[in-house]
């Protein structure tokens, strides 16, 4: 597999993904699904090129794939316990104002 093909492919399917879950507009869905369209011919591209190479070098590219997405999901984590720790106690006294005025109701 080429390596920047298929980091290229990843974080295009990335950002089609939260293009989608986040945004809901038609204009959207539509960068959404050209950036998914993106990702999958990249990542076509790389299995394509990918056969060209030697043993040696494929688990080389592997390695470095397995890499960037270690740091993709450490990055991630630490966002979220960073963030989480920062808007824990807004987060919870916005619920409880809206539970005091009836507004909505969590049972967790």
Same mark, same amino acid.
């Given at each position: 597999? =080429?390596?920047? =093909? ?6 295009? @399917?990335?950002? %089609?993904?939260?293009?989608? @879950?986040? +945004? ?15 990702? =999958? &011919?990249?990542? &076509?591209? @790389?299995?394509?090129?990918?056969? $060209?190479?030697?043993?040696? *070098?494929? %688990?080389?590219?592997? $390695? *470095? ?5 270690? %740091? +993709? ?10 963030? &989480?720790?920062? *808007? &824990? $106690? ?14 909505? $109701?969590?049972?967790?």
């Amino acid at each position: 597999m =080429c390596p920047i =093909c298929w980091i290229s492919g990843f974080i295009a @399917a990335l950002l %089609g993904g939260s293009f989608i @879950a986040v +945004v809901n507009h038609p204009i959207s869905w539509i960068l959404s699904i050209i950036l998914i369209s993106y990702a =999958c &011919y990249k990542f &076509y591209e @790389a299995k394509k090129r990918g056969n $060209k190479m030697s043993q040696e *070098t494929k %688990g080389r590219n592997k $390695k *470095t794939i397995f890499r960037f997405i270690q %740091g +993709v999901v450490v990055g991630s984590v630490f966002t979220v316990i960073i963030f &989480y720790g920062l *808007t &824990y $106690k807004e987060h919870q006294r916005m619920h409880n104002l809206l539970e005091k005025h009836g507004i909505e $109701k969590h049972e967790h």
